[in-house]
């Protein structure tokens, strides 16, 4: 195992032109799903392959295509959101939320039917079993690390072992659902089966439930972590929530004008998610990001640093290190859709509510455990329609 801090590391290890790292199969193991491998675990030649068919999908053209679902959505939380601002009881916890979108997004995206999360206002029973399969998938490469692969087997709890399973059945069961369907609908598998009709390559029915399970783990929780790393972040810097709340409400007055062009124009926004994931990387990623070799100031949330404002006075940063989605011909091909989602989220909140950061969160951060992901505690926060 390789641990680096200097930026230009990137591009020796990740870059285009550098020599080939196969992903280390002690750490990874073997998918859930079974061989051919998905995107994810799969060897260079086949992931090229596979990410040809899933980028359409996951383009600035499909976004575009993509908008009036993910408004949709976005106008759900909204109005969930105001029951509660307009209640005695105005104290909910953002963090269920976020997951709430992030995970009925994407499920329609993969599934072509959301979760109902939203909706009803609390997890599915599926998504509980995704954040015990991210503990399993931590546990399952220190083990096999250590060259103990038949070990976890044999000592792997069966309630794990039965979400585990869950899980995987759960997937196989909604993808072979969608992909029985006969639909255009702008979702992921329409892009996929287009460009395999049109260029002749193919993605395997395991590649295809080994891409859905990755689809759903990497484009949800990550999503919701930055988008509550970054709520809590602005709530203990007022006047940074302040500056946001002003560009966001300047620009847009209804959620219907929010736009993927329009929206990626917000410059102090797109420097706060930048900021947060710097800060609060949804897959923590070692020190580099908090090492004042890298940053000034590294402990301090300054979006500024990302702005022409803040040029001479961060002019020794290296934000060539801050690749959240990684970096190279490896990198996360649902970037786009990631980038887009947390600004409309955010932006859709921010223009309707006003947030407070309930007394008894105010280390929210602190002391948090990492299994692949954040493991978090509830973020409370009490809301009122914006004044």
Same mark, same amino acid.
């Given at each position: 195992?390789?641990?680096?801090?200097?930026?230009?590391?990137?591009?020796?290890?990740?870059?285009?032109?550098? #020599?080939?790292?196969?992903?280390?199969?002690?750490?990874?193991?073997?998918?859930? @799903?079974?061989?051919?491998?998905?995107?994810?675990?799969?060897?260079?030649?086949?992931?090229?392959?596979?990410?040809?068919?899933?980028?359409?999908?996951?383009?600035?053209?499909?976004?575009?295509?993509?908008?009036?679902?993910?408004?949709?959505?976005?106008?759900?939380?909204?109005?969930?959101?105001?029951?509660?601002?307009?209640?005695?009881?105005?104290?909910?916890?953002?963090?269920?939320?976020?997951?709430?979108?992030?995970?009925?997004?994407?499920?329609?995206? #993969?599934?072509?039917?959301?979760?109902?999360?939203?909706?009803?206002?609390?997890?599915?029973?599926?998504?509980?079993?995704? @954040?015990?399969?991210?503990?399993?998938?931590?546990?399952?490469?220190?083990?096999?690390?250590?060259?103990?692969?038949?070990?976890?087997?044999?000592?792997?709890?069966?309630?794990?072992?039965?979400?585990?399973?869950?899980?995987?059945?759960?997937?196989?069961?909604?993808?072979?659902?969608?992909?029985?369907?006969?639909?255009?609908?702008?979702?992921?598998?329409?892009?996929?089966?287009?460009?395999?009709?049109?260029?002749?390559?193919?993605?395997?029915?395991?590649?295809?439930?080994?891409?859905?399970?990755?689809?759903?783990?990497?484009?949800?929780?990550?999503?919701?972590?930055?988008?509550?790393?970054?709520?809590?972040?602005?709530?203990?810097?007022?006047?940074?929530?302040?500056?946001?709340?002003?560009?966001?409400?300047?620009?847009?007055?209804?959620?219907?004008?929010?736009?993927?062009?329009?929206?990626?124009?917000?410059?102090?926004?797109?420097?706060?998610?930048?900021?947060?994931?710097?800060?609060?990387?949804?897959?923590?990623?070692?020190?580099?990001?908090?090492?004042?070799?890298?940053?000034?100031?590294?402990?301090?949330?300054?979006?500024?640093?990302?702005?022409?404002?803040?040029?001479?006075?961060?002019?020794?940063?290296?934000?060539?290190?801050?690749?959240? @989605?990684?970096?190279?011909?490896?990198?996360?091909?649902?970037?786009?859709?990631?980038?887009?989602?947390?600004?409309?989220?955010?932006?859709?909140?921010?223009?309707?509510?006003?947030?407070?950061?309930?007394?008894?969160?105010?280390?929210?951060?602190?002391?948090?455990?990492?299994?692949?992901?954040?493991?978090?505690?509830?973020?409370?926060?009490?809301?009122?329609?914006?004044?």
């Amino acid at each position: 195992m390789l641990s680096y801090i200097d930026p230009t590391s990137w591009k020796d290890i990740y870059g285009h032109k550098a #020599t080939a790292f196969q992903k280390a199969p002690e750490f990874y193991g073997k998918d859930i @799903f079974g061989d051919p491998a998905g995107i994810i675990r799969a060897d260079d030649i086949s992931h090229a392959r596979q990410r040809r068919l899933v980028s359409h999908a996951f383009s600035d053209k499909s976004l575009r295509d993509q908008d009036k679902l993910l408004k949709g959505y976005a106008a759900i939380l909204v109005d969930q959101l105001a029951k509660i601002a307009g209640a005695p009881d105005n104290e909910t916890n953002m963090l269920s939320w976020y997951n709430f979108i992030a995970f009925d997004v994407m499920a329609d995206l #993969t599934f072509g039917e959301d979760l109902g999360q939203l909706r009803n206002s609390t997890y599915n029973d599926w998504v509980g079993s995704t @954040f015990y399969v991210a503990k399993f998938l931590a546990l399952n490469g220190i083990i096999n690390a250590w060259g103990l692969a038949g070990v976890l087997n044999l000592i792997m709890p069966a309630s794990l072992k039965a979400k585990r399973d869950h899980h995987k059945e759960f997937v196989v069961e909604k993808v072979d659902r969608r992909l029985a369907q006969n639909t255009t609908r702008p979702d992921i598998w329409t892009y996929v089966m287009k460009k395999s009709k049109d260029g002749g390559e193919t993605l395997s029915t395991t590649e295809m439930h080994n891409n859905g399970s990755t689809f759903m783990g990497a484009g949800t929780e990550t999503v919701a972590t930055e988008l509550s790393g970054l709520t809590y972040m602005l709530l203990k810097n007022p006047d940074k929530m302040h500056r946001l709340k002003s560009e966001i409400r300047g620009a847009f007055k209804h959620l219907d004008d929010m736009t993927t062009t329009k929206l990626s124009q917000l410059e102090y926004l797109q420097a706060c998610i930048d900021e947060g994931l710097r800060l609060y990387p949804p897959l923590p990623t070692g020190g580099a990001m908090r090492s004042p070799r890298n940053f000034k100031n590294p402990d301090t949330f300054a979006p500024e640093r990302f702005l022409p404002e803040g040029a001479e006075e961060y002019a020794s940063d290296r934000k060539d290190g801050l690749n959240p @989605f990684s970096f190279g011909p490896k990198n996360c091909v649902g970037k786009n859709l990631a980038y887009h989602e947390m600004r409309l989220v955010l932006a859709s909140v921010l223009l309707h509510f006003d947030l407070e950061l309930s007394p008894e969160k105010g280390n929210w951060m602190d002391d948090q455990q990492s299994f692949i992901l954040w493991a978090k505690t509830p973020l409370m926060v009490k809301l009122k329609l914006a004044t």
